[in-house]
């Protein structure tokens, strides 16, 4: 499987401010997705990052408040705008479509830990 | 609205028996199946992976999936204390790729 690395691992941040997370793979993939893991929750998925294009966003999440970069097929970020305590989450990337690994086989970087204080 | 369904547990079996985990989904049209494993603090990881009607067997991993009853399952022979983590069961449309994930249930093993 491809390796998936996120930046930063974790973070506190102040009410009010944005965080950006990265997330980079060490070779081409075809679909790239951003969940979230509130405390205590499963995965929900916030929006698929779609290569030259915007992303498409799930019901409850918008783009003003989750912009989502994705200029190539390695990289990706996510970032969490104007943040309140309610967005302290983890934030998980997601890739598809390894290409030695099959189509349907979704694999997770490590997560980034947000703590909104 | 689609739906993944797990018992949240926790699920206690003693060391060495079998654990047995299980989830439904709403969505007939739902085509792939995934187990993954969650341990306190990391990212989920893959386990297996299932298509087809039946039963699909790793190691001491089998996944069974039942479509007419959209019912998927995951058996963990001879369980061991690492075995101990939160189970997550997700279901994908081949066409998107997205995943919708059940909140998971809590497997403990006893030594």
């Known amino acids: 499987s491809a390796v998936i690395s996120q930046k930063p691992s974790r973070d506190i941040c102040q009410r009010g401010t944005s965080l950006t997370i990265q997330c980079q793979v060490d070779s081409q993939v075809t679909m790239m997705f951003w969940y979230r893991q509130q405390p205590g929750q499963s995965l929900t998925l916030i929006a698929t990052a779609n290569q030259g294009s915007e992303a498409t966003y799930e019901s409850g999440f918008v783009i003003d408040k989750f912009p989502i970069s994705r200029p190539n097929l390695t990289f990706s970020t996510l970032t969490v705008s104007n943040m309140s305590p309610e967005d302290s989450s983890i934030y998980l990337c997601?890739?598809?479509?390894?290409?030695?690994?099959?189509?349907?086989?979704?694999?997770f970087g490590q997560g980034t830990r947000l703590t909104v204080v | 609205q689609k739906e993944v369904e797990q018992n949240s547990g926790p699920l206690s079996v003693p060391e060495g028996a079998i654990a047995s985990l299980n989830c439904t989904y709403s969505d007939r049209g739902s085509q792939s199946f995934f187990w993954y494993r969650q341990y306190s603090g990391k990212s989920p990881e893959l386990i297996m992976f299932?298509?087809?009607?039946g039963d699909k067997e790793d190691g001491r991993f089998t996944a069974q999936l039942n479509k007419a009853s959209q019912y998927v399952s995951l058996l963990i022979r001879d369980s061991q204390p690492s075995d101990s983590a939160t189970y997550l069961c997700a279901v994908s449309e081949d066409s998107s790729y997205k995943l919708i994930f059940g909140s998971g249930t809590r497997l403990l093993v006893r030594p």
């Open positions: 997601s890739v598809e479509g390894l290409e030695d690994a099959g189509d349907t086989e979704a694999f």
């Open positions: 299932i298509y087809s009607n």
